[in-house]
């Protein structure tokens, strides 16, 4: 995998030259002390599968945002063991805020959006998958009546083939655009459904993904989130997802879809003229990114570096040593930092885990026996980073993602209580070396 920082062994080197000049400057100076680092601490076994890799290509950008730092990895201390407390708690909520009943999920709404979260009980049995998120999107289908876009990296769940083809039979012009490997190359896809009913389907045709998850219905609102359009994703793994009417948020999504239906660029190829980059909707700051045309992780490391009281973060995926970095500075200017890690991955080498929970942070992994799949950071309990953007080089640099970043309290309130959700159920990290 590509890494941003200096290779581990070159940056290793310079901290053991470090070192060594200390004791020998101990040595002639005996007010110099020299501080040794403490013992290694134990990791667990990972159990889950593996994760499809991703072939990342990097593009060459211009980068119009600042620079940010890199995560620190020689220096490693022993973990500072933070449990949860009254920090970690929500505070209030709007009474504009309104909430949904579901027998599997959460939901809430308040102006211009809606949100869901799935609400995995570890079963594997699929006769007990009823009454989840996906009841909710087959609703909004079910109400189109000229329009539907699709832009799926995996699609399989019945409830919304049987929605989409409904909104087909109709009358409604449906039009979808999927990975070749994972969406229209799986065996288990419903996607064959959609093409005999005759309607047009094209995947990216190459090794990186096609990894978004959004949906355009009648140009008047915009489905997305972490939240894959399978059985798993609805009733196994951990999701959010968010409905908004907005039309800048429309024209943003419906202009990227084009990009890969009709003009059939992917990845790299696709230019960077998002029509309503930033915006405000009924008093929130919206910001919408595409990857890998637009500067994602430098616009993310802006918004993390604006915290001043606490960051959360639920994360699939966290390889990017640049945000990393920002992290590890705000918790040296007293900003209080909280991670959930998916299991899976979360000891690997390139995992943002060993250098966040070894410089202090209070890191946890996942309770999930299949997936925690949120990409989600909270900002001062008032901003929320969400979309299909895996905080990795893969979605940085190669696969097709969408990120959001919304400055609304009553929306990151909704997405505090389900950190504390997960939080709840997550573990301390028990055999990372610190050294």
């Excluded at 002639?28 to 601490?41: A, F, G, H, R, Y």
């Excluded at 990342?56 to 490693?76: F, H, I």
């Excluded at 604006?306 to 200017?333: E, H, P, Y």
Aim: aromatic fraction near 8%; glycine fraction near 6%; charged fraction near 15%.
């Amino acid at each position: 995998m590509i890494r941003q920082s200096e290779p581990f062994l070159t940056r290793l080197r310079v901290g053991l030259i470090g070192v060594l000049l200390v004791v020998a400057m101990a040595a002639c100076d005996p007010s110099v002390t020299v501080v040794t680092q403490p013992p290694p601490l134990p990791t667990q076994p990972n159990t889950l599968p593996e994760m499809p890799t991703q072939v990342m290509v990097v593009p060459t950008q211009p980068n119009t945002l600042p620079e940010v730092p890199t995560a620190v990895r020689p220096t490693l201390v022993r973990p500072t063991v933070i449990p949860p407390t009254a920090a970690l708690l929500p505070t209030s909520t709007s009474p504009s805020v309104g909430h949904t009943p579901l027998a599997q999920g959460f939901g809430a709404q308040k102006g211009f959006w809606q949100v869901f979260f799935t609400a995995p009980t570890g079963s594997g049995n699929r006769a007990n998958y009823v009454g989840g998120i996906d009841t909710q999107v087959a609703d909004a289908l079910s109400t189109v009546q000229r329009t539907l876009d699709i832009a799926a990296f995996e699609f399989n769940n019945p409830v919304i083939t049987a929605a989409v083809l409904a909104a087909h039979q109709r009358g409604v012009a449906v039009r979808l655009v999927t990975d070749n490997e994972h969406g229209i190359g799986s065996k288990d896809t419903t996607l064959g459904q959609l093409i005999d009913a005759g309607i047009p389907v094209i995947d990216d045709n190459r090794s990186a993904l096609m990894h978004n998850k959004f949906m355009i219905l009648d140009s008047t609102s915009v489905i997305t989130g972490s939240y894959n359009f399978t059985i798993n994703d609805t009733y196994r793994n951990n999701n959010n997802m968010l409905i908004f009417r907005s039309q800048k948020m429309v024209q943003d999504y419906q202009n990227e879809f084009n990009k890969m239906f009709e003009q059939k660029k992917f990845g790299p190829s696709k230019a960077s003229n998002t029509p309503f980059a930033s915006f405000s909707q009924d008093g929130a700051a919206v910001q919408v990114l595409f990857a890998p045309e637009d500067r994602v992780v430098a616009a993310l490391a802006v918004a993390l570096s604006s915290a001043t009281t606490s960051i959360r973060f639920m994360a699939f995926s966290f390889t990017l040593d640049d945000i990393a970095g920002v992290m590890q500075q705000k918790a040296q200017q007293g900003v209080v930092i909280n991670g959930i890690f998916e299991t899976t991955g979360s000891e690997t080498r390139t995992s943002e885990l060993t250098p966040l929970l070894c410089s202090g942070l209070a890191m946890r992994q996942d309770g999930n026996p299949f997936v925690m799949h949120h990409k989600v950071f909270i900002i001062d309990d008032k901003t929320v980073v969400t979309g299909s953007f895996n905080f990795s080089t893969g979605a940085r640099d190669s696969n097709d993602e969408n990120l959001l970043i919304i400055t609304d309290p009553d929306l990151a309130l909704q997405y505090v209580e389900e950190f504390n959700r997960r939080w709840a159920e997550s573990k301390q990290p028990t055999k990372i070396t610190c050294s």
